[in-house]
C-alpha cells in the first residue's frame, strides 16, 4: 500500500523539514511578485490588522505581522483598540476597511475580549479582504474547490509537504484534530490533493491505530506530545503544528509540538521540527493571501 | 475497536432501513409544522423550481418535486425555460425570486444545459433561500460547523443514520466518494456528530480495506455495485446512495446501487436497500429546508 519501508536502520533519522529555510524563500517570492504588482498596476498591497485588548501574546504576534508584511514591501496598517470597545464599533471599523481602496486585506486578530463574537465579526469583513481565509464564504469555496483564501497554518503545511512530496495523489493523510481553523481546512485541502483522508479528533476511539495508517500524518491538537514514536509508520511525512510553551527540570523555557519529536525523528521519514517548522510558513502565507487578495480585487485574478 | 461482532451466523440478514416509510414519516411532520406556521405566522412556505432545458428525467423529477411540495401544504411554483435561455436571463429569474417574500426556497435542476455556469448560478440564489444546499455560504456553514441549510441527499443519510444509530460519537465513518454533492457535506455531517471520519475517492489505494474499517460505511459513487460482501465489517450500518438503471438478463430494467445488495445483506448490520434507502428521503428534506428557509426568514430562526 505504501512506498515507504517497513524496516528502517537503527541508525535511522528522519530528514527535517526547514521550514525557516522554506518561509524565508517565500517571503523573497513575495516581495518580488509585490514589486512587479506595483510596476504593472501602481497599487501597493495593503493589509490592516486589528488589534482589541491587550493579550500580551497577541500584541506579539501582530507586531510580527506588522513588521513582516512592512518587510515584504507591502503597507501595514495597525488598528489597536482598547479591551473596552464594542462590537458595533468593531463592525464600524471592519465597514470602513471593506470600503478603503488603499486595505486589500483585513485580519482581526484572535482571540477576541469577551462579549465580541468572533464568527460575527470574521463574517463582516469582505470575503475578498478576508486574509485569514476564516469567513464562512472562503470556508465555502474550499469545501467546494473553488479559487479564495485559505486560512494561513494548513496553506503552509500544504506548501510544505508539496515542496518535500510533490504529487499526493493516492497518499493516505491522516489528521489529528479537527478545528475550523487547522484540522478541517487541512483536510479538505489534503482531499482536494487527491489524497485519501482521515480526521481524528477527541471522539477517536484509536487514534494511535489510525496514525499508524499514515503516508503523511498532520497533528494540530494543542495536546503537547501527544504522537509518540509507536505511532508513526515508517518513513512517513509528519507534520507537528502544535506548540506549547514548557519548563525543562533545570527550569530553562523550551517550546515543545504535538508530537514527541525525540521519538518521532527515529520512525518518520521527513518531520517538522519545533520551533521552526510549521510556524514560520503561518505568517508567511498570511503576506502570500495579502497579495492574492490584492490580485483578486486588482487583477479579478482568482487563484 | 468495534461494538459489532467479527463472526456472523450464517442464516444472518441484516436489517433493512426502510427509507420509504421514514421519509412517509418525516413528511407527515413537515406537513404539520407547515399547518402550525401558518397558524403562528399567516404565511404559507413556497418553493420555486427551476428547470432549463428538455431533459426528460428532469422533467420527472421536477415534477415529483412540486407534488409533493404541494401534498405538504406549501406552496409550489414551477418555472420552465427553454434550452436557449441565456444566463443574463436565468440571473434575472433569480434575482426577482430571491426579492419575492412569496419564495421562500429557490431550486435549480442539475444538470444545466451547456453554456449555463452551474457554479455562478447557484450561487446567485440568496443563501437563506438555497434549499438545495449548494451554495458556498452554506458550504462554508457546514464546514464551520453554523446553522445552514444542508444538501438534500446527506442530510436524508443523516437522518436515517440518527434514526437507526442514535449517538454515533466516535464511531469510524467511512465515506466512499469526496463529490460536492453527496460525499464532502456527508463527511462533515458525520464529523460534527462525533465520528472519526475517512473520506476514499477515485484515487484511493485500497478501498476494500479502509471500507472493511467501518463501523459507518456511506457510499456514494455511481459505480454500480462496486462495493462487495467482503468490504463490510460484520455488523456495519451500510448507506446506498447510489441508483443505476440496468437490465436483467430477460431484459428487465432495474435498479440497482453502489453495494452489491445480496452479498452486503449477509455480512451488514443495517443496510439501505436501492430503490427504497435513501431515494425518498432526498425530496422529503427538500420540503423540510423549504420550511426550515422559511422559519429562517420570517422567524430568524436558525435550525
Same mark, same amino acid.
Given at each position: 500500500m505504501s512506498s515507504t519501508s517497513h524496516t528502517l536502520p537503527p541508525e535511522h533519522q528522519a530528514s527535517l523539514i526547514d521550514g525557516k529555510a522554506f518561509a524565508a524563500t517565500v517571503r523573497q517570492q513575495i516581495r518580488e511578485d509585490v514589486l512587479a504588482f506595483h510596476d504593472q498596476h501602481g497599487v501597493t498591497p495593503g493589509l490592516a490588522v486589528i488589534l482589541v485588548g491587550n493579550d500580551p501574546a497577541s500584541e506579539v504576534y501582530v507586531k510580527n505581522k506588522a513588521i513582516q508584511t512592512h518587510h515584504a514591501g507591502m503597507r501595514s496598517f495597525m488598528h489597536m483598540l482598547p479591551e473596552t470597545t464594542s462590537e458595533t464599533e468593531l463592525l464600524t471599523l471592519i465597514g470602513r476597511l471593506n470600503n =478603503?481602496?488603499?486595505?486589500?486585506g483585513i485580519l482581526v486578530q484572535l482571540p477576541l475580549p469577551n462579549g465580541l463574537d468572533a464568527r460575527r465579526i470574521t463574517n463582516a469583513i469582505l470575503p475578498e479582504k478576508d486574509? =485569514?481565509?476564516?469567513?464562512e464564504v472562503n470556508a465555502g469555496r474550499l469545501a467546494v474547490n473553488l479559487p479564495g483564501i485559505v486560512p494561513c497554518t494548513p496553506l503552509g503545511c500544504l506548501m510544505l509537504l508539496r515542496d518535500q512530496l510533490g504529487d499526493m495523489k493516492g497518499q493516505h493523510a491522516v489528521v489529528i484534530g479537527a478545528s475550523n481553523l487547522v484540522g478541517k481546512p487541512m483536510a479538505l485541502l489534503l482531499l482536494a490533493e487527491g489524497c485519501t483522508v482521515t480526521i481524528a479528533h477527541i471522539h477517536t476511539r484509536d487514534t494511535a491505530a489510525l496514525a499508524r495508517e499514515a503516508d503523511i500524518l498532520v497533528v494540530a491538537t494543542g495536546c503537547r506530545e501527544l504522537v509518540r514514536g509507536d505511532w508513526i509508520k515508517p518513513g512517513a511525512t509528519v507534520i507537528d503544528v502544535g506548540i506549547t510553551r514548557t519548563q525543562t527540570a533545570s527550569g530553562k523555557s523550551r517550546l515543545v509540538g504535538d508530537v514527541a519529536f525525540d521519538e518521532a525523528v527515529k520512525i518518520a521519514g521527513r518531520i517538522t521540527p519545533?520551533?521552526?517548522?510549521v510556524g514560520p510558513m503561518t505568517i508567511a502565507c498570511l503576506l502570500k493571501n495579502t497579495l492574492t487578495a490584492a490580485q483578486m480585487q486588482i487583477e479579478g485574478k482568482t487563484e
Open positions: =478603503d481602496p488603499e486595505i486589500h486574509v =485569514d481565509g476564516l469567513g519545533v520551533p521552526g517548522g
